[in-house]
């Protein structure tokens, strides 16, 4: 059957995607061609030094530690508040989650400034402390403001994702497992959980991603506690070595792509 509208022919359509794949080709795969190959210039043992290297090695796990704790925290917290708020109906609820979802439009810098601004040499916490006797205690650059700033601008991503996906479930599943005399652990066990698994999975992905890969709060905060963004720049910029800067971002983009594709695999294209 010939349809009457607009049918573009294949050469129409290869001019259309030229712009598009030079671009991708000259600023992405290059670039990360460029990457791989650089860390071959001083020995293939390069590649390897984040696990033969004492600090590089405590570098990574202490972001991978960080970004597994503040994942499970976000999820458990988002799926709590998301799901509350596309149950309950109540007066201000949508100004509610936009303030909710508000710090997804600032940067890392701004965050860590926030977080300095309550936990840091001259915040509220110390100034506070200070006037009960206890000294001016501080959190913000360590391992504590790095959790809070983290959890501070995830979070919001997974309350907006657990509101949309709860408010998509089917209510009857539900209402049927009610009828048959279910619990409430048992509706959560049986139905919440089943129904919002791909969501956990896609947004635990992402969550974890952003959080290995910050930098800008990271830059701000991890005075006393290095996560691997800032000892590749510290590699980079401070000690021009760029092979091994080269090899850590390698690292880095493999342990995040391998995370983000065994999600996308588990969960389906359904939830992303």
């Given at each position: 059957?010939?349809?009457?509208?607009?049918?573009?022919?294949?050469?129409?359509?290869?001019?259309?995607?030229?712009?598009?794949?030079?671009?991708?080709?000259?600023?992405?795969?290059?670039?990360?061609?460029?990457?791989?190959?650089?860390?071959?210039?001083?020995?293939?043992?390069?590649?390897?030094?984040?696990?033969?290297?004492?600090?590089?090695?405590?570098?990574?796990?202490?972001?991978?530690g960080l970004s597994a704790v503040v994942t499970l925290s976000t999820l458990?917290?988002?799926?709590?508040?998301?799901?509350?708020?596309?149950?309950?109906?109540?007066?201000?609820?949508?100004?509610?989650?936009?303030?909710?979802?508000?710090?997804?439009?600032?940067?890392?810098?701004?965050?860590?400034?926030?977080?300095?601004?309550?936990?840091?040499?001259?915040?509220?916490?110390?100034?506070?402390?200070?006037?009960?006797?206890?000294?001016?205690?501080?959190?913000?650059?360590?391992?504590?403001?790095?959790?809070?700033?983290?959890?501070?601008?995830s979070l919001p991503r997974a309350i907006a994702t657990y509101t949309g996906?709860?408010?998509?479930?089917?209510?009857?599943?539900?209402?049927?497992?009610?009828?048959?005399?279910?619990?409430?652990?048992?509706?959560?066990?049986?139905?919440?959980?089943?129904?919002?698994?791909?969501?956990?999975?896609?947004?635990?992905?992402?969550?974890?991603?952003?959080?290995?890969?910050?930098?800008?709060?990271?830059?701000?905060?991890?005075t006393k506690f290095e996560v691997l963004p800032i000892t590749i720049y510290?590699?980079?910029?401070?000690?021009?070595?760029?092979?091994?800067?080269?090899?850590?971002?390698?690292?880095?983009?493999?342990?995040?792509?391998?995370?983000?594709?065994?999600?996308?695999?588990?969960?389906?294209?359904?939830?992303?």
């Amino acid at each position: 059957m010939r349809h009457g509208g607009f049918a573009p022919s294949r050469t129409m359509l290869l001019a259309c995607a030229a712009p598009a794949v030079a671009f991708f080709t000259a600023f992405w795969l290059l670039p990360a061609a460029l990457l791989m190959a650089l860390p071959a210039r001083q020995g293939w043992a390069t590649y390897a030094a984040v696990l033969t290297h004492g600090r590089y090695l405590q570098s990574l796990l202490q972001t991978l530690g960080l970004s597994a704790v503040v994942t499970l925290s976000t999820l458990v917290l988002g799926a709590l508040v998301g799901i509350t708020l596309a149950r309950q109906r109540f007066r201000g609820q949508q100004l509610l989650l936009s303030l909710l979802t508000l710090p997804l439009s600032f940067p890392g810098v701004i965050v860590g400034f926030f977080i300095i601004l309550l936990g840091g040499r001259q915040g509220v916490v110390a100034d506070l402390m200070e006037s009960l006797g206890a000294g001016r205690t501080t959190f913000a650059y360590g391992l504590a403001g790095l959790f809070i700033a983290y959890l501070y601008f995830s979070l919001p991503r997974a309350i907006a994702t657990y509101t949309g996906a709860a408010r998509a479930m089917d209510p009857q599943l539900e209402e049927a497992a009610r009828s048959l005399g279910a619990s409430r652990w048992q509706v959560a066990r049986d139905v919440w959980i089943p129904e919002l698994g791909p969501t956990t999975l896609a947004c635990g992905a992402i969550v974890f991603a952003t959080a290995m890969g910050a930098f800008g709060t990271a830059f701000t905060l991890s005075t006393k506690f290095e996560v691997l963004p800032i000892t590749i720049y510290n590699e980079f910029t401070n000690y021009a070595n760029f092979a091994l800067a080269a090899s850590l971002s390698v690292t880095l983009g493999l342990i995040t792509w391998l995370v983000l594709w065994m999600a996308r695999r588990a969960s389906g294209r359904a939830a992303w």
